[in-house]
């Protein structure tokens, strides 16, 4: 009996020094809250950031530079003639990005506003462009093969948006059916910076010196 109790003892004391243990542990390593799972890779950012502007010319990769405009700081400017993307930083600076524009015909000039953006967006053609080119697809979900890249802005209630591009050699020409587009590493930057309600002011086609192309969006 002596040897059962004695037993028994010991166990209560080890029980005690382990939920002793427990207590400390949890006190000094509070728990972490749950952590959702990454998206999937063609869901991300792109990472690579010198993939696309390897291939640029050195005028149309992402720089910041002296730029004097009345706009105020935040707004997109877009050079149509000379193929850049200008945000408005102030103090006579803006950051500047290549862009490639509306082929002949499909130039346009205005203010708009950035009304929505999309990680990814999926692309649905307009009935305008489906016309056009009826070869082309009803629709086409977001990923790296979509046209569209791996950003958009939408400008005001128009079918034109601000994105990106998985060509980097359409960058300074004149291939789209109005849409400003940017290579993916540079419409991913620009996104990080541009708020719903961005003003974006589109100047007016004055000089022919880019390259014409047959760009479908």
């Known amino acids: 009996m002596h040897t059962i109790s004695l037993f028994r003892s010991a166990a209560a004391v ?10 400390a542990t949890a006190s000094a390593s509070p728990f972490l809250p749950f952590q959702p799972s990454q998206p999937a890779p063609m869901m991300q950012a792109p990472t690579d950031q010198g993939s696309d502007e390897a291939e640029l010319p050195a005028r149309f990769k992402r720089q910041i530079v002296d730029y004097r405009t009345s706009e ?3 707004t997109i400017v877009i050079d149509t003639p000379n193929t850049y993307l200008y945000l408005v930083l102030g103090n006579g600076r803006a950051m500047r990005y290549g862009i490639g524009v509306g082929r002949e015909g499909f130039t346009w000039s205005g203010t708009q506003n950035v009304t929505k953006k999309a990680e990814w967006p999926d692309w649905t053609p307009p009935p305008e462009m ?4 009826p070869y082309l697809p009803r629709f086409m979900a977001g990923g790296p093969g979509n046209p569209l890249g791996a ?3 939408y400008l005001g209630g128009s079918v034109y948006r601000i994105h990106g591009t998985n060509d980097p ?8 059916s109005g ?6 590493d540079d419409v991913a930057d620009l996104y990080g ?3 719903v309600g961005t003003k974006v002011v589109v100047l007016p086609m004055t000089q022919r010196s880019a390259s014409v192309g047959n760009g479908i969006y």
């Open 193 to 195: 910076h541009v708020n």
């Open 179 to 184: 849409c400003i587009r940017l290579t993916n």
């Open 72 to 74: 105020v700081p935040g």
């Open 14 to 23: 080890v029980a005690i020094a382990a939920a002793s243990a427990f207590s």
């Open 169 to 176: 050699s359409t960058i300074g020409h004149r291939v789209s």
């Open 151 to 153: 950003r958009a802005m």
């Open 130 to 133: 489906i016309e056009r080119q």
